[in-house]
């Protein structure tokens, strides 16, 4: 602030552009943060980034984020379901596979 007053900026002044900066500073680290976050593509992070950046970051990168969030939720979503049913039918094949080795065995059983 002394810098800025003595560029003929008042005590006022000075102590607006100094907050001002220490804004546009916190703007910056958040941003950074968010942008960081998304390129790492981990959902969670991303999640933690705009949870700590919601009231400093700017709007557009933390649109860009929701997004991105929104995306990979969407993809982990959809994986998990190809995964759940997978193991259904790998159930279902194994219990097959057993109730035909059941029967099988009955049969040699009997035919003895």
């Known amino acids: 602030t002394r810098q800025l007053a003595a560029l003929g900026f008042g005590h006022a002044d000075a102590a607006a552009a100094a907050a001002a900066a220490q804004v546009e500073a916190s703007r910056t680290r958040h941003d950074e943060a968010l942008r960081a976050a998304m390129a790492s593509r981990g959902l969670q992070e991303i999640r933690d980034a ?24 969407e ?22 596979q057993q109730a035909a080795e059941a029967a099988e065995a009955e049969a040699e059983a009997a035919s003895e």
């Not at 949870?51 to 939720?73: F, K, Q």
């Not at 993809?75 to 097959?96: D, G, P, T």
């Open 50 to 73: 705009i949870a700590a950046g919601l009231e400093h970051a700017s709007p557009g990168v933390l649109t860009e984020a929701r997004r991105l969030r929104d995306r990979l939720r």
């Open 75 to 96: 993809e982990a979503r959809k994986a998990a379901k190809r995964e759940r049913l997978a193991a259904e039918r790998e159930a279902r094949r194994a219990a097959a």
